[in-house]
């Protein structure tokens, strides 16, 4: 099970909440093309062999940009609302025993949809279920040495003894200790914790990896007084805790197991790790002059951006905004931002939508305009605006449009003019572009996905 979620406001102004930093598309893949996060772990998990039994579990904000990045193929499992990783992981436990009647004894093992990692990790990944057998564990996870005391990851503290058969240890084929037990488990200490467990402990940080079997995670709902048929645990749903897996079960469990991994492995969470491995210091359009080093620039709109004489710098440029940012103080991006903004730009299953201007007039009107993309064959979700007119005009392609269920075919130059409570949709026959112009009542009223917009914004 792999969990897909996140607000996207650490690599803002690329990401938001329909468009988190999995769905990037900013590191090389080994053929020199650009891919993103989810890209990258789909593809390593094809060469391992294993994706045919993953299922992403995602929320409705990013469940059309999965499937347009990774096909329809792609099993999703989708929340009702999102609710931190405990909520999600028993969602898609309950889904897996009552739709995929999945056996209490099978072993299940969750990951996040992010991780970089090298391909070995999907290997080691494989050893899970043999790890809980021989360990007789009721969770399993996947601990690396920790690189400094950071307080975002959790903390695995092992067992330590002479005997390693005493301590749970158990060895490999190559003799190197695989698997042990766990004494202890700290989710995102303070600093100061974190270094007495390194130090003092030999703690691990937690790849955030969760492996077991069905049938715990079975008895660990119905002790919550919830239930475990899928149905019924989606009309529960906002019964579930809001909060972490780590803290609900993890720091819970008395009977845990651990193994080692020593490959390469690295959250790129933050615009200074991400820059570590996107390959390339330089994508979309601008200009930056050699004496500027160590320093990258990501554009994603049509206006050049240059930078001259600065070093160790990221420049972000997107559709919500644009940041300027020193290297080193860029995990402090998340602190800075305030609220939650809407996004500007939106990845769909037919295609984009990409705000090209707004403007407030007063409290009451509004003027947004959209360029929105629908690829051949597919079709806009059906909406409706009862406060606000709108205008489209179709720029290249032809299809079909559907007003209040009547069909009329357009093409480039046609202009569609609808009406407040009229309710439209668009379907390509070919690749299309659709320029839409929606004046009226300010657009978050309703509550309405793509039609929710803040104003420009910029961070240094």
Same mark, same amino acid.
């Given at each position: 099970?792999?969990?897909?979620?996140?607000?996207?406001?650490?690599?803002?102004?690329?990401?938001?909440?329909?468009?988190?930093?999995?769905?990037?598309?900013?590191?090389?893949?080994?053929?020199? *093309?650009? &891919?993103? =996060?989810?890209? $990258?772990?789909?593809?390593? /998990? %094809?060469?391992? @062999?294993?994706?045919?039994?993953?299922?992403?579990?995602?929320?409705?904000?990013?469940?059309?940009?999965?499937?347009?990045?990774?096909?329809?193929?792609?099993?999703?499992?989708?929340?009702?609302?999102?609710?931190?990783?405990?909520?999600?992981?028993?969602?898609?436990?309950?889904?897996?025993?009552?739709?995929?009647?999945?056996?209490?004894?099978?072993?299940?093992?969750?990951?996040?949809?992010?991780?970089?990692?090298?391909?070995?990790?999907?290997?080691?990944?494989? *050893?899970? &279920?043999? =790890?809980?057998? $021989?360990?007789?564990?009721? /969770? %399993?996870?996947? @601990?690396?040495?920790?690189?400094?005391?950071?307080?975002?990851?959790?903390?695995?503290?092992?067992?330590?003894?002479?005997?390693?058969?005493?301590?749970?240890?158990?060895?490999?084929?190559?003799?190197?200790?695989?698997?042990?037990?766990?004494?202890?488990?700290?989710?995102?200490?303070?600093?100061?914790?974190?270094?007495?467990?390194?130090?003092?402990?030999?703690?691990?940080?937690?790849?955030?990896?969760?492996?077991?079997?069905?049938?715990?995670?079975?008895?660990?709902?119905?002790?919550?007084?919830?239930?475990?048929?899928?149905?019924? /645990?989606?009309?529960?749903?906002?019964?579930?805790?809001?909060?972490?897996?780590?803290?609900?079960?993890?720091?819970?469990?008395?009977?845990?197991?651990?193994?080692?991994?020593?490959?390469?492995?690295?959250?790129?969470?933050?615009?200074?790790?991400?820059?570590?491995?996107?390959?390339?210091?330089?994508?979309?359009?601008?200009?930056?002059?050699?004496?500027?080093?160590?320093?990258?620039?990501?554009?994603?709109?049509?206006?050049?951006?240059?930078?001259?004489?600065?070093?160790?710098?990221?420049?972000?440029?997107?559709?919500?905004?644009?940041?300027?940012?020193d290297k080193e103080a860029s995990p402090r991006l998340k602190e800075l931002l305030e609220g939650v903004q809407s996004p500007m730009y939106v990845e769909y299953d037919w295609g984009t939508s990409r705000v090209l201007d707004y403007e407030r007039i007063d409290e009451n009107n509004e003027i947004v305009t959209t360029r929105l993309t629908v690829a051949a064959g597919k079709r806009t979700d059906a909406e409706c605006a009862p406060k606000r007119e709108t205008v489209w005009t179709i720029v290249s392609g032809r299809g079909e449009?559907?007003?209040?269920?009547?069909?009329?075919?357009?093409?480039?130059?046609?202009?569609?003019?609808?009406?407040?409570?009229?309710?439209?949709?668009?379907?390509?026959?070919?690749?299309?572009?659709?320029?839409?112009?929606?004046?009226?009542?300010?657009?978050?009223?309703?509550?309405?996905?793509?039609?929710?917009?803040?104003?420009?914004?910029?961070?240094?």
């Open positions: 099970m792999l969990l897909s979620g996140g607000s996207g406001r650490r690599l803002w102004p690329l990401s938001n909440a329909a468009r988190s930093k999995q769905f990037l598309r900013i590191l090389r893949n080994p053929h020199g *093309e650009m &891919e993103s =996060m989810v890209q $990258r772990v789909w593809r390593q /998990l %094809g060469a391992a @062999g294993l994706k045919d039994q993953c299922t992403i579990v995602t929320g409705t904000l990013q469940a059309d940009t999965i499937r347009r990045q990774l096909g329809d193929e792609v099993q999703l499992l989708v929340e009702p609302e999102s609710r931190d990783t405990y909520p999600a992981i028993a969602l898609a436990a309950a889904y897996l025993h009552s739709v995929r009647r999945v056996a209490a004894d099978e072993a299940v093992i969750v990951l996040p949809v992010d991780p970089y990692v090298d391909d070995l990790f999907f290997e080691k990944l494989k *050893e899970l &279920e043999t =790890m809980l057998s $021989r360990t007789s564990a009721d /969770l %399993g996870l996947v @601990g690396v040495t920790p690189t400094y005391p950071s307080t975002k990851y959790g903390y695995i503290v092992p067992e330590v003894s002479e005997d390693a058969e005493a301590s749970g240890f158990f060895e490999a084929a190559e003799g190197a200790r695989a698997y042990g037990r766990v004494a202890s488990f700290h989710e995102k200490p303070a600093e100061a914790v974190a270094s007495r467990l390194i130090e003092e402990r030999k703690a691990l940080w937690n790849c955030g990896v969760f492996a077991f079997r069905l049938g715990y995670m079975a008895e660990r709902i119905r002790q919550a007084g919830l239930p475990f048929q899928y149905e019924k /645990l989606i009309e529960d749903y906002r019964r579930l805790p809001k909060t972490s897996f780590d803290f609900e079960v993890v720091e819970t469990c008395g009977n845990i197991a651990m193994m080692v991994y020593d490959g390469y492995w690295k959250d790129l969470g933050t615009w200074n790790t991400l820059t570590e491995e996107m390959g390339v210091a330089q994508i979309g359009k601008g200009t930056v002059s050699p004496d500027s080093r160590n320093t990258h620039l990501i554009n994603e709109i049509h206006i050049p951006v240059t930078v001259l004489g600065l070093s160790n710098i990221v420049v972000a440029v997107s559709p919500d905004g644009i940041l300027v940012t449009a559907l007003l209040d269920g009547v069909s009329q075919a357009v093409g480039r130059g046609s202009v569609l003019r609808i009406s407040a409570k009229q309710q439209v949709s668009f379907e390509a026959f070919e690749d299309s572009e659709l320029i839409e112009i929606q004046t009226g009542s300010p657009s978050r009223e309703e509550g309405a996905q793509r039609r929710s917009y803040p104003l420009g914004s910029a961070v240094i």
